[in-house]
RNA sequence: GAGGGCGUAGCUCAGUAGGUUAGAGCGACAGUUUGUGGCACUGUAGGCCGUGGGUUCGAGACCCAUCGUUCUCCCCA
């Protein structure tokens, strides 16, 4: 028997861990439904063609895919040999693989919309809290399962949803103590650009060229554009575009005389200044900090696009969204507009603890220690832990009779901050002791005085 | 998909230019006279040195392979 071991990007949470973890998920899920959005969960894996072709080619790429049973079926082996065959030319086939496991929340909810858009009350807003799997490389931030935090408005054009994601945003981070700006751009900027440089057929090589600025420098950023058949000219361009600086308002007013008269541009900068004009005087509006070179990975945003970034530590994205015009075209529904956001737990987790933002009473977990000094002793001591449980202060029992020095250390480990003690005196005079194992102060009281104590 | 680092006790790690029975700290367990802890002291247990091959009189150390892990690039949360 070899020793057990995780896969690849997986983890244990352990007490401590699931403790954090879950005060973020509660803030999360407060704020969502503070804003009228309503809880959906989908199954962990979903038809491998409701998923295939929705996240670019790098995407599939990264669909854990899930074997079919029944391959080794005698019956069937010729049927399995042959579509292994296919698999190894690269072609897809049911025969080996038809389901995987969901690699997002956005398109299990847009597969959920198409089929039930016919119920559900327009516009209609979801969150969804639950994880998602990804052949990925583990690294620094980066797991092959780990849970996003998602909410969607469908069915509905107007500019105030994005006004009130960007205000969850903003107030969830405030609430978690996280330090962060929220960068935006439109979709529609970036395609205004590419109609300036060479076409609108060459948005996505612009996009994913000037997405790397901050991280390679601008001459490795016009070199790729070059290799991406860009000529001089609008290489030039797009560096004047790089080059935009200052406030929101100087950035905006820079983009206007940069891709002045044209009409895609117009309206998104419309967008970003409806969004900022909006939040002009709120807490909100500190953190909102347009940025032409934010692009985002997946190509179905169409309007504004969020990106969320701590700002003390180093660390990839901790959140981000957009509009997207028509998630649920590819499964048979035009015309359903929407735009969502979400948000990476375990990054924001990541952050937190680099910053040691978590509150100490994230950590209660059992308030009283009742020690066991005998069989007598004990049986009262039950008696009184199960009134304290009914007042829903989580107690245990010693489980043996043992030495003080053990029943104390227990509790020391545990954090238990109280311990009542019954001995044999304290059972004869139905008294117990309780002590405050932080202080050491103890406090002798009658058994009918244990409920009205307070711990 | 490409490229680095690291695998020695439950945990964190030492292990010098290859040389006897592989070490420390923390943790665990037991005790320091019988019912008041966190400290201290003493003792005990615990290692196919990731796995498989090779070089050598001799390998935890060197070489190759393999598995695991971690980080970077690509891409992403």
């Known amino acids: 028997m070899s020793k ?111 089929m039930n858009h016919g119920q559900l009350n327009m516009p209609f807003k979801r969150y969804q809290i639950q994880p998602v799997w990804r052949a990925d490389r583990p690294q620094k931030g980066r797991y092959r399962e780990f849970y996003q935090c998602d909410a969607d408005v469908v069915g509905s054009y107007s500019l105030l949803n994005e006004v009130e994601l960007a ?48 991280k390679v420098g601008l001459d490795k950023v016009k070199e790729e ?31 206007k005389q940069l891709l002045a008269g044209n009409e895609t541009a117009i309206a998104g900068i419309a967008e970003i200044e409806y969004l900022l004009n909006y939040h002009a005087n709120s807490f909100v509006g500190q953190q909102l ?44 529904v035009p015309n359903v507009p929407g735009v969502g956001i979400s948000f990476g737990v375990d990054r924001i987790y990541d952050v937190m603890e680099e910053l040691a933002l978590f509150p100490a ?12 000094l005998g069989e007598a002793e004990s049986k009262a001591a039950f008696g009184l832990m199960q009134q304290l449980r009914e007042q829903n202060i989580a107690c245990e029992l010693f489980h043996e009779n043992a030495k003080f020095e053990k029943q104390f250390k227990y509790a020391d480990k545990k954090q238990i901050p109280y311990a009542v003690i019954i001995g044999s005196k304290e059972l004869l005079e139905n008294t117990l002791v309780v002590k405050n194992l932080v202080t050491g102060e103890q406090t002798p009281l009658a058994n009918n005085e244990l409920l009205s104590f307070n711990f």
């Open 4 to 114: 057990p071991s995780l896969p690849q990007g997986t983890r244990d949470f352990s007490a401590t861990v699931v403790r954090k973890r879950n005060y973020i998920f509660q803030t999360i899920r407060n704020v969502f439904e503070n804003y009228g959005f309503q809880p959906l969960e989908t199954p962990a894996m979903e038809n491998l063609e409701t998923l295939m072709g929705k996240y670019g080619d790098e995407g599939d790429k990264l669909i854990f895919k899930i074997l079919n049973n029944g391959l080794d079926n005698p019956a069937k082996q010729e049927q399995s040999k042959l579509a292994f065959e296919k698999i190894l030319d690269g072609k897809n086939t049911k025969d080996l693989t038809e389901r995987a496991l969901r690699y997002d929340l956005t398109i299990p909810f847009a597969r959920y919309v198409a």
């Open 167 to 214: 205000n969850i945003y903003a107030t969830v981070f405030k609430q978690l103590g996280v330090d962060t700006v929220i960068k935006i751009n439109s979709r529609k900027i970036l395609a205004a650009l590419a109609e300036f440089c060479g076409g609108a057929n060459k948005m996505v090589d612009i996009t994913v060229a000037i997405d790397k600025l901050d």
């Open 225 to 255: 554009l070059s290799l991406r058949g860009l000529n001089a000219n609008q290489i030039q361009t797009i560096e004047t575009y790089l080059s935009i600086e200052g406030s929101n308002t100087e950035k905006l007013a820079q983009l």
């Open 289 to 332: 900090q347009a940025d032409f070179t934010l692009a985002r990975g997946l190509n179905y945003y169409t309007g504004l696009i969020f990106e969320v970034k701590a700002n003390q530590v180093q660390m990839g994205s901790i959140g981000g969204g957009g509009r997207y015009d028509d998630l649920t075209g590819s499964f048979g």
């Open 361 to 372: 009473e994230v950590q209660t977990g059992t308030k009283v220690l009742f020690f066991n």
